[in-house]
């Protein structure tokens, strides 16, 4: 009995992992995920990339390979998952719509980096944000720091343009809020089916962007081949 639980959970792994089924809105963390320091992380991190590439065969006496287990550390600590931290969420700028500009504020091309939570290998992509105020504005950069903190997770697409979408919302006090990501995974370019072309896109439309003509002006602004010289 516990061989055949073991193989179907075996199967159920693998058919997450190709076909990047999130299991969760919400990024899966233990409850005491920040009971240690990120310094005491950085030291157990260190000592595991040390295992791997001692498995792997690697000859960590190599000078070139002796600085890499607390490289892979601290980038993991202080990059590339910083944003899995409470502490590093950006906070919002919002200013009261003294202007009174009712229009549709589009954000195009957020850089995302991000990693596929499947096979810790890189997403890469923009991000395209929008919003219409309901007596808020937020300072533009805030819109790239929030992008930015959530994409810093092992992530799913899917709810990395929810994670979007939600904290803007909740900045701003309006649902009126719209994200769309496209992104190469590199999951799928480089390994598995190594399809070099194919990208990924993701939508969440809150609020007023659910009608079909806010969706359609939101969509068409993102077609607008900006050049500045």
Do not use: W
Request: hydrophobic share 35%; net charge negative.
């Amino acid at each position: 009995m516990f061989e055949l639980s073991s193989k179907m959970n075996d199967e159920r792994i693998n058919e997450i992992g190709e076909n990047h089924v999130g299991t969760s809105a919400q990024n899966p963390i233990r409850p005491d995920a920040f009971d240690i320091s990120d310094e005491e992380k950085i030291k157990k991190i260190e000592e595991s990339v040390k295992d791997i590439l001692n498995t792997l065969g690697m000859d960590l006496t190599d000078d070139s390979l002796q600085g890499t287990p607390k490289r892979v550390a601290k980038a993991f600590v202080n990059e590339l998952f910083m944003g899995l931290n409470p502490k590093n969420m950006p906070k919002p700028s919002t200013f009261e719509n003294n202007y009174s500009y009712g229009e549709m504020l589009v954000e195009k091309n957020i850089v995302v980096y991000s990693t596929c939570e499947h096979h810790l290998l890189p997403i890469i992509g923009r991000a395209h944000v929008a919003y219409i105020s309901d007596g808020k504005v937020i300072g533009l950069s805030k819109m790239n720091r929030i992008v930015e903190y959530f994409s810093k997770r092992p992530q799913v697409q899917e709810r990395l343009t929810m994670q979007v979408v939600q904290a803007m919302q909740e900045a701003l006090g309006t649902q009126d809020v719209a994200c769309v990501i496209d992104a190469k995974h590199l999951c799928v370019n480089s390994r598995g089916i190594k399809d070099i072309e194919s990208s990924t896109i993701t939508a969440e439309f809150g609020g007023k962007f659910k009608e079909k003509d806010t969706k359609r002006e939101f969509l068409d602004y993102l077609k607008m081949n900006t050049k500045f010289d």
